[in-house]
């Protein structure tokens, strides 16, 4: 168990796991004070997630870790804080409101694509990051030059990677403690990003502004006394920020990762991107059934966020096993989305397993990249829509092949991305 805070896991959450876990359903494991139990069947992860979610609260060792950086926004809040804070977003994700944005994510795919050679190699990662980046900016912060640099780019790297040595040090009950040249680039980029965002909020005032970050500070003082207010401004900014595009840039990373293995299933996409991109752009989407099938597919393999957790308020029962009142439960779509068990050949891309006649075949619980019950990704459709965009215009744009003998290593801090970029090689559509 040591080595799931120290070792391997805690450097990469994704490898290390014995063949046994992909098979059984369950693992407990204790570590000093600390039982994480780790379900894989899909009614205890519906149990923890949806029937009885009202037990199971982001851990406190989790949001000691992210206070720095995200506070308590709405991704580390509980309770009415975070139900108060959910009305206040929601709307902004609804799928009118993502709609509208497709326009913007369209220019941000043909700026990627404008830096491409007709021939040659490109990093998929920094792409799909550039215009993750650009998006979420333009969407929610109006284009804030300060969120768009490279080196506010850096610092969000360095945050996300210092996430493993700061899990042991909130282990030895000292989450300041800094092991590691990681932790302390990690404690620079929190630093950055806590700054910069605090002074984009300060300069808005309390009317706000009239973008997403506008109206959320307008409704947060209209809920909160005006300090707290203020904080949650600044937590949500941060959240919005993180949350919103680095998932996303994976999600991109891994289907073109996908793609470019299978090009048979490249063809049959870019023939219904070529068939779909000229009409209404807000509609787009919608007309890319296969695409979304592919999306879908790299999702369950490649799930950007491989591993979130909750701590149990009140003791349960989970699969047959007792868990007490404050251990913690770890739901792992990395194990569960290849979990033999629910998967045939669960390590293979079939994008055909997404068909929509097939919805029946599936648990609702065994595959859940965006999470599921009432901490549902609030920007799962704003994902959705954006990498449907932007993969449609870069399929449109090249032909994607992986370059032989380069192997792809995988790295988990915090969220599931290629260590060292995504390099693949990219020759002009006939
Ligand atoms: C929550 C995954 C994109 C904002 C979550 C959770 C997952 C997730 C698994 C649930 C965590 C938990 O239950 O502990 C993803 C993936 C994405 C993505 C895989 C892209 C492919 C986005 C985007 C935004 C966003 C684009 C915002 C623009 C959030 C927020 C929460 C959340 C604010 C917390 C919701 C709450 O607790 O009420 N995401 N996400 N995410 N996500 Fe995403």
């Given at each position: 168990?040591?080595?799931?805070?120290?070792?391997?896991?805690?450097?990469?959450?994704?490898?290390?796991?014995?063949?046994?876990?992909?098979?059984?359903?369950?693992?407990?494991?204790?570590?000093?004070?600390?039982?994480?139990?780790?379900?894989?069947?899909?009614?205890?992860?519906?149990?923890?997630?949806?029937?009885?979610?009202?037990?199971?609260?982001?851990?406190?060792?989790?949001?000691?870790?992210?206070?720095?950086?995200?506070?308590?926004g709405?991704?580390?809040?509980?309770?009415?804080?975070?139900?108060?804070?959910?009305?206040?977003?929601?709307?902004?994700?609804?799928?009118?409101?993502?709609?509208?944005?497709?326009?913007?994510?369209?220019?941000?795919?043909?700026?990627?694509?404008?830096?491409?050679?007709?021939?040659?190699?490109?990093?998929?990662?920094?792409t799909?990051?550039?215009?993750?980046?650009?998006?979420?900016?333009?969407?929610?912060?109006?284009?804030?030059?300060?969120?768009?640099?490279?080196?506010?780019?850096?610092?969000?790297?360095?945050?996300?990677?210092?996430?493993?040595?700061?899990?042991?040090?909130?282990?030895?009950?000292?989450?300041?403690?800094?092991?590691?040249?990681?932790?302390?680039?990690?404690?620079?980029?929190?630093?950055?990003?806590?700054?910069?965002?605090?002074?984009?909020?300060?300069?808005?005032?309390?009317?706000?502004?009239?973008?997403?970050?506008?109206?959320?500070?307008?409704?947060?003082?209209?809920?909160?006394?005006?300090?707290?207010?203020?904080?949650?401004?600044?937590?949500?900014?941060?959240?919005?920020?993180?949350?919103?595009?680095?998932?996303?840039?994976?999600?991109?990373?891994?289907?073109?990762?996908?793609?470019?293995?299978d090009?048979?299933?490249?063809?049959?996409a870019?023939?219904?991107?070529?068939?779909?991109?000229?009409?209404?752009?807000?509609?787009?989407?919608?007309?890319?059934?296969?695409?979304?099938?592919?999306?879908?597919?790299?999702?369950?393999?490649?799930?950007?966020?491989?591993?979130?957790?909750r701590?149990?308020?009140?003791?349960?029962?989970?699969?047959?096993?007792?868990?007490?009142?404050?251990?913690?439960?770890?739901?792992?779509?990395?194990v569960?989305?290849?979990?033999?068990?629910?998967?045939d050949?669960?390590?293979r891309?079939?994008?055909?397993?997404?068909?929509?006649?097939?919805?029946?075949?599936?648990?609702?619980?065994?595959?859940?990249?965006?999470?599921?019950?009432?901490r549902t990704?609030?920007?799962?459709?704003?994902?959705?829509?954006?990498?449907?965009?932007?993969?449609?215009?870069?399929?449109?744009?090249?032909?994607?092949?992986?370059?032989?003998?380069?192997?792809?290593?995988?790295?988990?801090?915090?969220?599931?991305?290629?260590?060292?970029?995504?390099?693949?090689?990219?020759?002009?559509?006939?």
């Amino acid at each position: 168990f040591w080595s799931a805070f120290v070792g391997e896991h805690a450097r990469n959450a994704v490898t290390g796991w014995s063949n046994a876990a992909f098979e059984d359903w369950y693992t407990k494991r204790k570590l000093l004070r600390l039982t994480v139990h780790i379900p894989r069947h899909p009614d205890a992860i519906e149990r923890v997630l949806l029937t009885n979610a009202a037990n199971y609260a982001k851990p406190r060792i989790v949001k000691r870790l992210i206070a720095p950086l995200i506070g308590n926004g709405l991704l580390s809040a509980d309770g009415e804080s975070w139900r108060q804070q959910r009305r206040i977003v929601a709307p902004s994700f609804a799928p009118g409101a993502v709609a509208k944005l497709t326009g913007l994510m369209a220019q941000a795919a043909r700026e990627g694509t404008a830096k491409w050679p007709q021939s040659g190699t490109v990093d998929i990662a920094e792409t799909a990051t550039d215009a993750t980046m650009a998006i979420i900016a333009r969407a929610l912060f109006s284009g804030d030059p300060r969120l768009m640099t490279e080196d506010a780019g850096r610092h969000i790297t360095a945050a996300l990677e210092a996430a493993g040595s700061a899990r042991l040090a909130a282990i030895l009950g000292m989450p300041g403690l800094r092991l590691t040249p990681t932790a302390w680039a990690g404690a620079r980029g929190q630093r950055f990003l806590r700054e910069t965002l605090t002074d984009i909020v300060r300069e808005r005032g309390p009317e706000g502004g009239d973008d997403f970050l506008g109206g959320m500070i307008r409704d947060l003082h209209e809920r909160f006394p005006r300090s707290e207010a203020l904080k949650l401004a600044i937590d949500n900014a941060a959240t919005f920020y993180l949350a919103g595009h680095e998932t996303t840039a994976n999600a991109l990373t891994w289907s073109i990762y996908c793609l470019a293995g299978d090009q048979q299933a490249q063809d049959r996409a870019c023939s219904e991107v070529r068939a779909a991109i000229d009409g209404d752009p807000q509609t787009l989407p919608d007309r890319l059934p296969f695409l979304r099938q592919i999306l879908d597919e790299a999702l369950r393999l490649y799930p950007p966020a491989p591993r979130f957790d909750r701590e149990a308020l009140s003791d349960d029962m989970l699969d047959g096993h007792p868990v007490r009142a404050g251990e913690i439960v770890s739901i792992w779509p990395w194990v569960l989305h290849r979990h033999r068990k629910l998967w045939d050949d669960a390590d293979r891309f079939d994008p055909d397993r997404f068909a929509p006649d097939r919805e029946r075949e599936r648990h609702r619980f065994q595959y859940i990249p965006f999470g599921g019950g009432p901490r549902t990704c609030v920007g799962a459709r704003f994902a959705t829509v954006e990498a449907l965009v932007i993969l449609a215009h870069w399929i449109a744009a090249r032909r994607f092949a992986l370059p032989p003998g380069r192997e792809v290593e995988l790295s988990a801090a915090v969220t599931l991305r290629p260590r060292g970029g995504l390099w693949v090689e990219v020759a002009p559509r006939d």
